[in-house]
């Protein structure tokens, strides 16, 4: 298994451009999540599925759009990019919600993208 | 505010020696995770504890919860200097189980 994978792993954007960041998994994973992560600081939550077809904001959805068509995918959109976008962007992904009481909701994360808002 | 507080902010040890980081948090959990980041790098789950339940171990990993003060704390025990790496906690809420809210991290130094 591949595990989760993203792409790119670098990039760098004007301002105002808008690229698509792509997060897959290959584990069948009903849950899965995107984080940014700045400097010196934990990650927090952007977007989230629960399954194909249903998404929800997280705690910093602003200036992101998402979608989930596929159980495996689970693109992040930038619609207008702002320097204030700079940050090291973590996809994941797990059996179920992270939250609940059962053993196996371990994140698997990917290997992060940096991006670079000029 | 942040949900999930850490402390230290940054630990520096001599190999051999345990390591321990603690967390803080505000609000009703179901269950407390602790991943670990290495430079550059995803972050990679080490142990979940369940909010009914007080001590885990995997390991030289030993974890333990106090849900009547909010706080867990993660014991590296016989460090190595592989261990060197940023370590989070993050809840699960009870309330908002499809979120998990990490901690700022802290940054542990391995010294040989």
């Known amino acids: 298994n591949a595990g989760v994978t993203q792409t790119p792993k670098f990039q760098v954007l004007k301002t105002g451009q808008s690229m698509t960041l792509q997060c897959a998994q290959d584990?069948?994973?009903?849950?899965m999540s995107w984080y940014r992560q700045d400097p010196g600081m934990g990650l927090r939550l952007i977007h989230y599925s629960v399954g194909a077809g249903i998404t929800d904001q997280g705690e910093v959805p602003n200036g992101y759009n998402v979608s989930r068509s596929t159980t495996e995918d689970f693109p992040l959109r930038l619609l207008s990019a702002a320097p204030s976008q700079t940050s090291v962007y973590f996809c994941?992904?797990?059996?179920?919600?992270?939250?609940?009481?059962?053993?196996?909701?371990?994140?698997?994360f990917g290997p992060g993208t940096r991006l670079t808002v000029l | 505010s942040q949900q999930g507080e850490e402390d230290p902010q940054a630990l520096s040890i001599q190999e051999g020696e345990n390591a321990t980081m603690n967390c803080s948090y505000k609000?009703?959990?179901?269950?407390l995770q602790w991943y670990r980041q290495n430079s550059g790098r995803g972050l990679v789950h080490l142990i979940l504890i369940r909010s009914n339940e007080r001590e885990k171990h995997s390991g030289r990993l030993r974890v333990t919860l106090d849900t009547s003060k909010k706080s867990s704390s993660l014991l590296i025990t016989a460090s190595r200097a592989a261990d060197t790496a940023s370590y989070f906690c993050?809840?699960?809420?009870?309330?908002?189980?499809?979120?998990?809210?990490f901690g700022q991290g802290t940054r542990l130094t391995i010294n040989p």
């Open positions: 584990m069948n994973h009903e849950y």
């Open positions: 993050a809840t699960g809420l009870s309330e908002g189980a499809q979120k998990l809210v």
């Open positions: 609000t009703s959990i179901n269950n």
């Open positions: 994941a992904s797990s059996y179920g919600s992270p939250g609940l009481t059962k053993s196996y909701n371990e994140q698997f």
